[in-house]
């Protein structure tokens, strides 16, 4: 099972871009790299999923090196609205395992 | 809005009360799962369903006892909980339990008292 690390918390600023980097280091040859962001009592969301170099959406950019074991989101320009647990998750559905999550606080 | 939906939103419970959760998928997928989030913990996968089938019980008490009656319908029938059962209780869908999206309902939070 692969297992994810990542920062625990961040801060940032209003219009700011913010990169949280995760490392995987025993991704499968097979696995994707997903990103989901979740909001204090509700389900976690889907933001990104990648599987090599870089993939762009309306809400972020997800960067994946060559060797896959790590991926950095990164959300341009947060807004308030953006301070929320954000998740790295690597592998398929039913072998998932959450960690901690990065806590991103955005301050005006 | 993600497709699944639970029900209740919350809930409240004696020890001794039998209440159950549910969970509906409207998109179509072959694959449910219960997660419970307690506070300030990462969530944690219970059970998973593939095709109505159980493939997946993480050492889950016998007090919980899942219930997937089709592919679109999962419930989480709950009897004798303890207090440190109080948590949100998360439900999710993919394509199968091989997929690599799953899509989250909006959780139901349970107070055990």
């Known amino acids: 099972l692969a297992k994810t690390t990542q920062p625990i918390s961040m801060d940032s600023y209003e219009g700011q871009e913010v990169n949280i980097t995760c490392s995987h280091n025993?991704?499968?040859?097979?696995?994707?790299i997903t990103w989901y962001q979740q909001f204090p009592s509700q389900g976690p969301r889907f933001i990104i999923q990648?599987?090599?170099t870089k993939v762009t959406n309306e809400v972020a950019s997800l960067f994946i090196p060559a060797d896959r074991k790590s991926s950095t989101l990164s959300l341009p320009r947060v807004s308030l609205s953006d301070t929320a647990v954000y998740y790295c998750?690597?592998?398929?559905?039913?072998?998932?395992?959450f960690g901690t999550g990065t806590r991103l606080q955005v301050f005006p | 809005e993600t497709g699944v939906t639970q029900t209740p939103r919350h809930l409240v419970m004696g020890m001794t009360n039998k209440k159950s959760l549910k969970c509906e998928q409207h998109?179509?997928?072959?694959?449910m799962y219960w997660y419970k989030q307690s506070a300030k913990k990462p969530l944690e996968l219970m059970f998973v369903?593939?095709?109505?089938?159980?493939?997946e019980n993480n050492s889950v008490p016998s007090r919980f006892s899942p219930e997937c009656p089709n592919s679109s319908h999962l419930f989480l029938h709950l009897h004798t909980l303890q207090p440190e059962d109080s948590a949100l209780y998360l439900c999710?869908?993919?394509?199968?339990?091989?997929?690599?999206?799953?899509?989250f309902g909006p959780g139901t939070r349970l107070t055990v008292l």
């Open positions: 999710a869908s993919s394509q199968d339990a091989s997929a690599d999206t799953q899509y």
């Open positions: 025993n991704i499968a040859t097979n696995d994707y």
């Open positions: 990648g599987y090599k």
């Open positions: 998750l690597v592998g398929r559905t039913d072998k998932l395992i």
């Open positions: 998109l179509g997928h072959n694959a």
């Open positions: 369903y593939n095709f109505k089938e159980q493939t």
